[in-house]
């Protein structure tokens, strides 16, 4: 009877051995592949407004954007059993946008310091990975690396005051938008960017709640017909200069309206740019003078 306790307790033991060499040699058998960290490539991250995500902000040392990327997060917590919280990697343009801006699902449940490991594959196929340490709390999560939302404080990358940028170069002027009758139709937002800073700026994009998407369109006369072609490339504000998107000019199409757009409504549309801030505008709906109206 005692031999066999012994010999089950000695079992036990070299199995737990087993377990832990195997463990071990599981780590220590992670080959990184990773080329060291580019530090041209600046990283941050964004708790975003739907719960259960996280963004990551990818530019290089200008602060243009970078879109071309594939961007995966890994967390860990120095707790016992705690598991890390993975994320696949995504492309810029898997919310729709591209706009440097990487969402990833990626939900923390636990309080306290965690480490955030985030793997950048570059487009010539490079990869490395940057550790960067947050802390979770019931008051929000904060880390140099944090950057706050829109609403997060005169410091927080996306704050705009008056369709400024905080410390951005962008003006937003004569902001409207035309009526549009139908839920799950189109319609034009129309404004003037004034680039008040000393480089130049592209319009990259833009979203609003009030649609599935915005395009940026240019109308063309070709041979008599207008004709209408979606801008893919941004549209560039030389410093001192402005860029007026008018009728029968360039437009911002709203496409798939969530909710006919009235006269006298008014809609935030948050416009995205290489070379300056994020910056929220609030858009007015406005018959459109006749005189206004030759194209779309």
């Not at 939900?107 to 990975?129: C, N």
Request: charged share 20%.
């Amino acid at each position: 009877m005692k031999y066999s306790v012994r010999l089950a307790r000695i079992i036990i033991s070299l199995l737990i051995l087993i377990i832990l060499i195997f463990v071990g040699c599981q780590r220590a058998g992670r080959t990184d592949s990773s080329a060291p960290d580019n530090t041209d490539v600046q990283i941050a991250l964004q708790p975003a407004a739907q719960a259960g995500t996280m963004t990551v902000i990818l530019t290089n040392s200008s602060g243009a954007a970078i879109t071309d990327a594939k961007v995966a997060l890994e967390g860990n917590m120095d707790h016992p059993g705690m598991m890390p919280v993975d994320a696949d990697a995504v492309t810029d343009n898997a919310d729709g946008k591209a706009d440097g801006r990487y969402t990833l699902p990626f939900k923390m449940e636990m309080l306290g310091d965690w480490i955030i490991t985030v793997s950048v594959t570059q487009a010539d196929g490079s990869t490395f990975k940057r550790d960067l340490p947050i802390q979770v709390s019931e008051q929000g999560i904060k880390g140099d690396s944090i950057k706050p939302l829109d609403d997060a404080g005169p410091n927080g990358g996306n704050d705009t005051v008056n369709g400024q940028a905080s410390g951005a170069t962008i003006r937003v002027e004569k902001q409207m938008a035309r009526p549009a009758p139908l839920a799950g139709g189109t319609g034009a937002v129309y404004l003037t960017l004034i680039n008040e800073g000393k480089t130049p700026v592209k319009l990259m994009g833009a979203d609003t709640p009030a649609a599935g998407s915005v395009e940026i369109h240019s109308t063309e006369n070709d041979n008599g017909v207008m004709k209408m072609r979606q801008i893919t490339d941004g549209i560039e504000i030389d410093p001192g200069k402005s860029v007026e998107l008018t009728p029968g000019t360039m437009h911002m199409m709203l496409v798939k309206l969530k909710a006919p757009l009235a006269e006298g409504d008014t809609l935030k549309v948050t416009l995205h740019f290489e070379g300056a801030d994020d910056v929220t505008v609030d858009v007015p709906v406005m018959k459109i003078d006749a005189s206004m109206s030759d194209g779309m």
